[in-house]
């Protein structure tokens, strides 16, 4: 087996590219101690002990921390891959209770030519949110999914309400979403659900049962986070800020990074100071990262006044050990660190 080959092996193991260098080190040498593996390696000496409690716990090395200086020695292989073995059969039977059997789903669309249909299908999928929703609607069908919005934010969707064809939200709808605007004109109905489903259909299509056009229903995860950017980007700035809901009690815990974005937003504006523990990775070298740090500043165009330079740019800047650096969610790239968990906390 080549180099390459090896290494991309140990990553499927969930060993970083550093950690994979650490290792490979250690192997060469049987037993170092932490210095000389920083050398070689090409890190630091605190990365190199923080590496090898890992590795360690993952059953790759043993470390020797009661002499001075701490050494680490590298289990014999044939004991690390029977370790793994042992651990891969010991889940299989949890694995297949678990398991149902399924041909690969293919990508749905769906013409829908009825407005009931339509209307149903919008329900549906309000009801099935588990995360986040964007919807723009016209005030004159909102008694169709009122309930189903507030039922939503109530069980911590974060809900994002466009109601078109008012000036005014009526004050019994301030309470179905998480940040409402409104706007004079009428425009199409536009629903995306945890980024992966929705619907759009014209305005003549949900105002009348007796309109000849069309809607279209998806189930794409490429396509979701293209109606959510044209949401954000051509609908939602016309709008006017009606109604914001209050900030949740922290700490709060979200895999989301726009729940994250909002609560944070929310609280910096309440004058509060806020730190936050997040779990991800560079976006320069796909290295893992878990930091404590202190939020500096929010960029986002949830909540007016907006400050985000395009409409899906939603981010965190924060400092740690005098560093400050900037965090995206799934699919950052602009930013240093893109997260996959963030606990948000009061800084006290």
């Known amino acids: 087996m080549d180099d390459a080959t090896l290494r991309a092996n140990l990553r499927r193991f969930g060993l970083s590219e550093k950690e994979v260098d650490t290792?490979?080190?250690?192997?060469?040498?049987?037993?170092?101690?932490?210095?000389?593996?920083?050398?070689?390696?090409?890190?630091?000496?605190?990365?190199?002990?923080?590496?090898?409690?890992?590795?360690?716990?993952?059953g790759f090395v043993e470390v020797t921390d009661h002499v001075v200086p701490t050494t680490i020695h590298a289990l014999p292989p044939e004991t690390v891959i029977d370790e793994l073995v042992r651990d891969?059969?010991?889940?299989?039977?949890?694995?297949?209770?678990?398991?149902?059997?399924?041909?690969?789903?293919?990508?749905?669309?769906?013409?829908?030519?009825?407005?009931?249909?339509?209307?149903?299908?919008?329900?549906?999928?309000?009801?099935?949110?588990?995360?986040?929703?964007?919807?723009?609607?016209?005030?004159?069908?909102?008694?169709?999914?009122?309930?189903?919005?507030?039922?939503?934010?109530?069980?911590?969707?974060?809900?994002?309400?466009?109601?078109?064809?008012?000036?005014?939200?009526?004050?019994?709808?301030?309470?179905?979403?998480?940040?409402?605007?409104?706007?004079?004109?009428?425009?199409?109905?536009?629903?995306?659900?945890?980024r992966r489903v929705g619907v759009i259909a014209p305005i003549e299509m949900v105002a009348s049962a007796h309109s000849d056009t069309q809607a279209i229903v998806f189930a794409?995860?490429?396509?979701?986070?293209?109606?959510?950017?044209?949401?954000?980007?051509?609908?939602w700035p016309v709008g006017r800020e009606a109604a914001v809901t209050d900030p949740v009690e922290l700490p709060v815990t979200a895999e989301n990074f726009w729940h994250i974005i909002f609560q944070a937003t929310l609280w910096l504006r309440a004058d509060a100071d806020l730190r936050a523990t997040i779990e991800g990775r560079t976006t320069a070298d796909n290295e893992r990262v878990d930091i404590d740090c202190r939020i500096v500043d929010v960029t986002q165009g949830l909540i007016e006044p907006t400050n985000n330079s395009f409409p899906v740019e939603h981010s965190l800047t924060v400092e740690a050990d005098g560093q400050t650096y900037t965090v995206g969610g799934y699919g950052a790239f602009l930013e240093d660190i893109e997260a996959d968990r963030v606990t948000l906390e009061l800084d006290t």
């Open 23 to 58: 290792y490979l080190t250690l192997l060469e040498y049987g037993e170092a101690t932490a210095s000389t593996i920083a050398d070689v390696a090409g890190v630091s000496k605190r990365y190199v002990y923080s590496v090898s409690e890992t590795l360690a716990d993952r």
């Open 88 to 194: 891969a059969k010991s889940m299989q039977p949890a694995l297949e209770a678990r398991y149902t059997r399924t041909e690969p789903s293919a990508d749905h669309f769906e013409i829908v030519k009825s407005r009931v249909t339509v209307l149903k299908r919008i329900r549906a999928f309000i009801d099935d949110a588990d995360e986040e929703l964007t919807l723009s609607i016209p005030l004159a069908v909102i008694d169709e999914v009122d309930d189903a919005l507030q039922a939503a934010r109530d069980r911590g969707v974060l809900v994002v309400l466009l109601v078109s064809g008012t000036v005014e939200l009526p004050p019994e709808l301030t309470h179905l979403a998480s940040v409402t605007r409104v706007w004079s004109e009428t425009m199409p109905a536009m629903l995306t659900v945890d």
């Open 220 to 235: 794409q995860e490429h396509l979701g986070p293209v109606v959510v950017a044209s949401f954000f980007g051509n609908y």
